[in-house]
């Protein structure tokens, strides 16, 4: 039984319980993916726990079962044979709020995006790797949907994981004090910048960049490692003026290790349609992507391009 599998046996032992929020020795959160061994995700080989719901809705989103904060059926529809056995019913507790059995399908069809698990339990499962972690110099990245916006999980989990080596993927867009806190129980940040313009980050996010520009002012003056990672959307946020405003707010920045440029991947569309969902990005996914780096180059910020 792999860490995922263990995660969804608790959140069934939480679900036919009732839930735990009267136990006040645990908080409880919902996740909707667990992935080990991963390697971009922060320094060493790493466990990345993900967490469901973010209160951006970017037009790129490659992850589409982590915006909403509910739990939610996942259904690959064109490999259905409509054998109609999920639809009978079952007996099964977490089947019950989809009026649909997610287990019965031979074909591994139907599945439920998001776990309920509680922080302690949750700790207890990745603090097991502790070893690991140690002699591949690892850690444990908590990344979303949006952390921040499970606040209380987010802060109690990374009490909990102490002394592993922690990082936090967030977009910065939450309460600017649990932001804080949550700088200072973690290794390093590993900070989203979508567009510099609050205007067109509004546009392509559903929320201006305000608060996530003041977060990050705030994380460059508490001089906490942190790296930069920047998607690149062709006709979006690829323009050399915002390369330019993005390398001016950055230079001087002691904790900055590092600027991330991550190409859009034209794959990014394929989970939607198990969502019940339509992509339609308003930009061309097929466009060359721009890159200038001399902003980035003159004011001495180091800078790397991933590889899909």
Not at 177 to 204: Q, S
């Amino acid at each position: 039984m792999n860490l995922r599998q263990q995660c969804e046996t608790m959140a069934k032992y939480i679900i036919s319980c009732g839930g735990m929020e009267g136990n006040d020795r645990m908080i409880n959160g919902i996740i909707f993916d667990i992935k080990e061994f991963t390697v971009h995700d922060g320094p060493g080989i790493r466990t990345t726990v993900f967490f469901k719901g973010c209160p951006l809705h970017c037009v790129w989103c490659h992850n589409p079962e982590g915006i909403s904060f509910q739990r939610e059926l996942l259904i690959n529809k064109p490999s259905c044979v409509n054998c109609g056995k999920c639809r009978v019913g079952c007996t099964h507790e977490e089947c019950k709020p989809f009026n649909l059995c997610t287990k019965i399908c031979s074909k591994g069809l139907i599945r439920i995006a998001g776990t309920i698990v509680d922080s302690e339990s949750l700790a207890k499962e990745l603090m097991k790797q502790e070893s690991f972690f140690e002699n591949n110099r690892g850690g444990i990245t908590i990344s979303g949907g949006e952390p921040l916006a499970q606040p209380e999980f987010l802060l109690d989990l990374l009490k909990r994981l102490k002394p592993i080596h922690t990082a936090v993927e967030t977009s910065g867009y939450g309460n600017s004090e649990v932001f804080k806190e949550a700088i200072g129980l973690t290794d390093i940040i590993l900070y989203d910048i979508k567009h510099m313009d609050p205007k067109i980050h509004e546009k392509v996010t559903g929320v201006d960049n305000n608060l996530i520009l003041s977060n990050f002012r705030q994380l460059m003056n508490l001089k906490k490692e942190f790296i930069v990672r920047i998607p690149l959307i062709p006709g979006i946020n690829d323009s050399e003026k915002n390369f330019k405003s993005m390398a001016e707010f950055l230079k001087g920045a002691k904790g900055l290790q590092r600027v991330e440029f991550l190409p859009y991947n034209t794959f990014t569309g394929a989970k939607y349609h198990i969502l019940n969902r339509e992509y339609k990005p308003p930009f061309n996914e097929k466009g060359k992507i721009q890159l200038y780096t001399s902003s980035f180059d003159n004011y001495g910020i180091k800078w790397t391009v991933r590889k899909n």
